[in-house]
């Protein structure tokens, strides 16, 4: 059984930092890696993804592999209101490359 | 623009009902999913498929069948819904294995 995990939080931050989520993962095998963010009610929707260890940054987010430590994080900078929500962590592995998603980290970035 | 479409998005059907679910993707990917999403347990995998006539099982698929007979859709049934299966259905298509999903959004199915 392929697991994820993610802390559901909730994690709180103010204005204007950072917000760091984290994830683990199980399978040793896997490939791929996304993170989604998901508003109340909405459906998720991507906001990065990575396949080789190191950093990947994208305007305010940053997303980070190690491989050997089976850990992947999201870094937000200069966190606003509008990043509250649920962040889902998925990894991909297998051969089938099916996507196993974490039960996800409320985050609330308070004005 | 390509899209993934679902329907109906609210569902209220009655315990030992059969249901279907749609979804219609103008991607034109090859993989489609089927999720369902409950508090707690994060998004889980129902069925899933990698090609017109290909089908197949998730970690949650009893109770549910699908069927692929073209590109664009995959249609999820409930062959007898029960209240256990009362949750917000997710269908997302990918271009490839190692490709982001794309998700619907999303059918809020309660069972009475």
């Known amino acids: 059984q392929k697991e994820v995990e993610q802390n559901s939080g909730p994690l709180s931050v103010p204005e204007g930092a950072i917000a760091s989520l984290n994830c683990t993962y199980s399978d040793r095998g896997s490939q791929s890696f996304f993170w989604y963010r998901q508003y109340s009610g909405k459906s998720p929707e991507l906001i990065m993804f990575?396949?080789?260890?190191g950093d990947k940054e994208d305007g305010r987010f940053t997303a980070q592999l190690n491989k050997a430590s089976q850990y992947v994080s999201l870094l937000i900078r200069d966190s606003q209101p509008s990043d509250s929500a649920t962040y889902l962590c998925a990894v991909s592995g297998g051969s089938a490359r099916q996507l196993t998603f974490g039960s996800g980290t409320q985050l609330t970035v308070l004005p | 623009d390509a899209e993934i479409t679902q329907s109906p998005r609210h569902k209220i059907t009655e315990t030992g009902r059969q249901v279907t679910l749609a979804c219609h993707q103008t991607w034109n990917h090859n993989n489609m999913f089927w999720y369902r999403q409950d508090l707690g347990h994060g998004l889980r995998l129902i069925h899933y498929?990698?090609?017109?006539?290909?089908?197949n099982k998730g970690e949650v698929s009893d109770g549910y069948s699908v069927s692929r007979s073209n590109t664009e859709d995959l249609p999820l049934t409930l062959e007898s819904a029960a209240s256990s299966q009362t949750s917000v259905y997710f269908c997302?298509?990918?271009?490839?294995?190692?490709?982001?999903?794309?998700f619907g959004n999303g059918t809020r199915l309660t069972v009475t």
């Open positions: 990575i396949y080789s260890n």
């Open positions: 997302a298509s990918r271009q490839g294995v190692d490709s982001p999903l794309h």
């Open positions: 498929s990698y090609g017109v006539q290909d089908t």
